[in-house]
């Protein structure tokens, strides 16, 4: 059993896809600060406010024992109050924007290379491929016979 675990992680697709989930959850982490620290406080002081993660509406009361800030949606959800988090919503969809716009480009960048490379396969004349012997062989003899 070990020996066929070990031959299944060997194989080039699963490490690849370890790799790319790794190299996914980097990459992840690095949107996530470009959109939470860069883009939503621009965009967020193009609304009024610098913390766009902050607008929200509330479905329903606040406990009567709630004694934290009614515009702190962090606190009002861990408070257990039904939140409309339009915020927070709007920066996941940046973020999926951000990383499925990078997706594209890069996949547009890899089919432009492997269509020039069709293109270079396409122009590249193939050399004929060596006579065999015997019909060199062959060839000759017709010749010296005709010459007869």
Same mark, same amino acid.
């Given at each position: ?11 080039? %697709? /699963? *490490?690849?896809?370890?790799?790319? /989930? ?61 939140? *409309? ?8 969809? /940046? %973020?999926? /924007? ?12 890899? %089919? ?24 060199? *062989? ?11």
């Amino acid at each position: 059993m070990l020996k066929e675990f070990k031959t299944f992680i060997m194989r080039g %697709n /699963v *490490l690849d896809l370890a790799i790319a /989930v790794i190299i996914g959850a980097a990459f992840g982490k690095i949107v996530t600060s470009l959109t939470d620290d860069v883009l939503m406080p621009i965009i967020g002081k193009l609304f009024g406010g610098l913390d766009f993660s902050s607008y929200f509406w509330r479905m329903g009361s606040v406990p009567a024992g709630y004694a934290g800030s009614l515009s702190d949606y962090a606190a009002l959800k861990k408070a257990g109050v039904p939140l *409309l988090g339009y915020g927070a919503f709007a920066t996941q969809l /940046v %973020n999926f /924007v951000i990383v499925a716009f990078i997706i594209f480009m890069l996949l547009r960048v890899v %089919n432009r290379a492997a269509a020039m490379l069709e293109r270079e396969k396409a122009t590249v004349a193939v050399a004929p491929a060596p006579e065999p012997v015997e019909i060199a *062989l062959l060839r000759e003899i017709r010749d010296e016979l005709k010459k007869r």
